[in-house]
């Protein structure tokens, strides 16, 4: 019912800057919470940064004061700037969102993600 393209992983040196964006569409009746995860091979997915409907945002310890996330209600978009890039940074970086849609006795809250897009960070 809902599907979420990821776009704007790449090849970056250390220090570069990427932006993801990732984009909503599909039948529902709202986007609620919107967030960025990131994994690993070997590893578990791991929190970068969540939005609210109301803007607030929050972010994982690591990438604190070099991640920036932000949302388009009107476009169903949301997007991820992150500076000052490490290795460490290195992973397949996951759009998710929670969204109404239409259930069989009115609505509920369902979870999506996306593909990934993969960001990779090296000289």
């Known amino acids: 019912q809902v599907q979420l393209a990821e776009s704007g992983g790449g090849l970056v040196q250390p220090g570069g800057s990427l932006r993801l964006s990732c984009a909503a569409s599909?039948?529902?009746?709202?986007?609620?919470?919107m967030a960025w995860y990131r994994q690993v091979p070997g590893k578990e997915r791991e929190l970068v940064a969540t939005?609210?409907?109301?803007?607030?945002?929050d972010y994982a310890e690591s990438v604190k004061g070099r991640c920036t996330i932000s949302r388009d209600d009107a476009k169903n978009m949301v997007t991820l700037g992150m500076n000052s890039l490490k290795p460490e940074d290195t992973a397949l970086y996951y759009c998710y969102a929670r969204a109404r849609v239409r259930a069989l006795l009115g609505a509920r809250s369902m979870d999506y993600w996306g593909q990934g897009t993969q960001v990779t960070v090296s000289s």
């Open positions: 939005i609210t409907t109301d803007g607030t945002a």
């Open positions: 599909g039948r529902f009746f709202s986007i609620d919470a």
